[in-house]
Nanobody
């Protein structure tokens, strides 16, 4: 399994960004794909997740209502649309893949992309 995250950058507070995670190496039937983030000196925080088959979603408390996770099975890509960004959203964002379903625990995800930096200035 290979995960390739992209789309990060430097934006101002209130702006939007869309992250992409291209997934390859197998079919992902019954898998869940998630986004986590990690700020300097902090642990990996759950952002959002989506199931591959049904598109069921789940969000972390700090991002619900501002971020939207989705997947395009034909393109084998997971997206994270981030709106109304805040300086506290600054972090490296990682996509992860789990064969056991949605979880907010990073240890449930056995595969990770390389991360993409998101920096939000005030």
């Amino acid at each position: 399994v290979q995960l390739q995250a992209s789309g990060g950058g430097l934006v101002q507070a209130g702006d939007s960004l869309r992250l992409s995670c291209a997934a390859s190496g197998r079919t992902f039937t019954n898998w869940a794909m998630a986004w986590f983030r990690q700020a300097p000196g902090k642990g990996r925080e759950f952002v959002a997740a989506v199931t591959w088959n049904l598109g069921t979603t789940n969000y972390g408390e700090s991002t619900q209502g501002r971020f939207t996770v989705s997947r395009d099975r034909a393109e084998s890509t997971v997206y994270l649309q981030m709106d109304n960004l805040k300086p506290d959203d600054t972090a490296v964002y990682y996509c992860g893949a789990s064969r056991t379903g949605i979880s907010s625990n990073p240890s449930a995800y056995g595969y990770w992309g390389q991360g993409t930096q998101v920096t939000v200035s005030s």
